[in-house]
């Protein structure tokens, strides 16, 4: 198993851009596809972005194509994700998971790892 710590998370204004950081421990982490969910008070958690354990696949949600670029550093055992141009309505707490299958990262079901997520807040 894995552990996951997020970091970056904070306040902005709408327009300006975070960095999201997942830290994740354990000597087997690079075998996990990871990815980004995002949960606001009330909603269920959704899907926001993920990418395979090698890096060369990422998918993305419609709504954030274009503005946040998921990416991976094995390296050292991170997992980013760049938001630009933020909107109020990005506003939410952001959770970093892994499992070792793509596929069940995008839909987010049984997934082996979560993180304690981070706070982003989006002013207008």
């Known amino acids: 198993q894995v552990q996951l710590v997020e970091s970056g998370g904070g306040l902005v204004q709408a327009g300006g851009s975070l960095r999201l950081s997942c830290a994740a421990s354990g000597r087997t982490s690079s075998r996990y596809a990871m990815g980004w969910f995002r949960q606001t008070p009330g909603k269920e958690r959704e899907f926001v972005a993920a990418?395979?354990?090698?890096?060369?696949?990422?998918k993305h949600t419609d709504s954030v194509k274009g503005r946040f670029t998921i990416s991976r550093d094995n390296a050292k055992n991170t997992v980013y994700l760049q938001m630009n141009s933020l909107k109020p309505e990005d506003t939410a707490v952001y959770y970093c998971a892994a499992d070792l299958r793509f596929g069940s990262v995008i839909a987010g079901l049984d997934l082996t790892s979560w993180g304690q997520g981070t706070q982003v807040t989006v002013s207008s």
């Open positions: 990418v395979s354990s090698s890096g060369g696949h990422t």
